[in-house]
C-alpha cells in the first residue's frame, strides 16, 4: 500500500504539472500509466481505492479548481478561462461549475466566498498515514534561531481542545461535521489573501496553511507547561473581511515579537525523524534568559508551527523581553 501512496501522489504531481503547462496529450490516463509502468485499469482501479474518486472526476474538479482561481484571481473573460481549462462552452463550464461549488463563475467573481474545491488529495502524508520518515539519516542541515517582529494579522481557524499532535488532531475533527481534514483544507484553499501562500497556482498543495497552538485555560497542557489548544488554519492580513466558514473562527492577532526555531528543505522519506529530533532539541535547549526574552504566555498568543519538507520545517514561538 505505501508504494501506491507514492505512485497516486505522483499522478496527482503530474496532472498539476500538465495543467499548468497544457500538456492536454500527456493529460489522459494512458501516458500516465505508462510513466508508472502499470496497466491502464490496474493505475485507475487503484487509484479509485486510494482517492475515493474515479480518475476522469478527479481530472475534472481538478481543472475546475484551477479555473476558480483564475475567475477569483484574473480579469479574463469567462469564456476564455472555460476553454483553456478544456470545456467546450460557457454553457458547459457554467454548468459544471456550479454542479461543483453551488455557484455560477460569474457569481464567483463578483463574491467569491469560500468553497469545497473537492480536490484535495494528499496520499503520501507521513502524518495521516503514519508512513514515511522511518531512516535516520544524518545527513540533513542544522536548525536556525533568529527572533522577528510579525505585524498584527487575523488567523482564520479551527481548534480542539484535547488533541496531541497532528495526527491526532485529525482523527478527532473527523468526528466533528464538516471538520474533517479533507473539507478544511479544500475550504481554506479557495481563500485568497494567505499570508503564508507560496504563491503561484498551488491550489492544491495546502500553501499558506498551519498548526498552531493556542494559549487558552481550558486547552490542554503542553510540555513546557501552558494550556494549550491545537488549531489548524491560515494567517490573513488585519484587514481581511471575507466571509468565514461558519465552522471556523476568525481571530485577530496584535503585532508582537516571536522565536523562530527553523530547518530548511529535507527529505521527508529519509530525515523527518531527525529534523523533528533537531528542532526539538534547539527548542529545548534555547537560553532565554542570555537572550533577554521570555515565552510570551499571555492567553490568547498563538505558537505557530509550519510544516513543509519543500521549504522548511519551523516553529514560531511568542516571546517577551524579560523584564
Known amino acids: 500500500m505505501s508504494e501506491w501512496l507514492r505512485n497516486v501522489q505522483k499522478v496527482v504531481d503530474e496532472i498539476d504539472k500538465c495543467i499548468k503547462n497544457k500538456d492536454n496529450e500527456e493529460l489522459v ?4 500509466s505508462e510513466k508508472l509502468g502499470y496497466s491502464e485499469f490496474y493505475v485507475s482501479r487503484k487509484f479509485k481505492e486510494i482517492s475515493g474518486m474515479q480518475f476522469k472526476d478527479y481530472l475534472r474538479c481538478r481543472k475546475l479548481a484551477f479555473a476558480l482561481k483564475d475567475i477569483r484571481d484574473t480579469n479574463e473573460r469567462i469564456l476564455e478561462i472555460a476553454l483553456y481549462y478544456g470545456f467546450s462552452s460557457h454553457e458547459a463550464f457554467t454548468r459544471s461549475f456550479k454542479e461543483l461549488y453551488g455557484i455560477t463563475p460569474s457569481s ?6 469560500p468553497v469545497v474545491l473537492h480536490t484535495v ?4 502524508d507521513c502524518y495521516l498515514t503514519e508512513t514515511g520518515g522511518r531512516d535516520m539519516a544524518d545527513s540533513c542541515g542544522t536548525v536556525k534561531t533568529y527572533f522577528v517582529t510579525i505585524p498584527a494579522h487575523k488567523f482564520l481557524h479551527i ?4 488533541s496531541i ?3 491526532d488532531f485529525w482523527q478527532k ?4 461535521p464538516g471538520q474533517d481534514c479533507k473539507t478544511i483544507c479544500e475550504l481554506l484553499n479557495s481563500i485568497k489573501g494567505k499570508l503564508d501562500d507560496a504563491g503561484g497556482n498551488e491550489v492544491n498543495s495546502g500553501s499558506g496553511q498551519l498548526m498552531a497552538f493556542i494559549n487558552e485555560p481550558s486547552g490542554r497542557m503542553c510540555s513546557w507547561g501552558i494550556p494549550l489548544a491545537e488549531a489548524y488554519g491560515v494567517r490573513l492580513p488585519s484587514d481581511y473581511n471575507g466571509q468565514v466558514p461558519p465552522q471556523m473562527q476568525l481571530m485577530d492577532v496584535a503585532e508582537s515579537e516571536y522565536i523562530v526555531f527553523e530547518h530548511g528543505a529535507f527529505d521527508l522519506e529519509k ?3 531527525v529534523v523533528e529530533t533537531k528542532i526539538e532539541q534547539a527548542m529545548k535547549e534555547f537560553n532565554y534568559t542570555e537572550s533577554g526574552y521570555q515565552l510570551d504566555t499571555t492567553q490568547g498568543r498563538v505558537f505557530y508551527f509550519y510544516y513543509d519538507c519543500n521549504r522548511f520545517w519551523k516553529y514560531v514561538r511568542p516571546v517577551k523581553k524579560i523584564k
Open 173 to 176: 475533527q473527523s468526528l466533528i
Open 108 to 113: 464567483y467573481r463578483k463574491n467569491p466566498v
Open 29 to 32: 490516463l494512458t501516458k500516465l
Open 165 to 167: 499532535g497532528y495526527w
Open 271 to 273: 530525515e523527518i525523524t
Open 121 to 124: 488529495i494528499k496520499p503520501f
Open 159 to 162: 481548534r480542539n481542545y484535547e
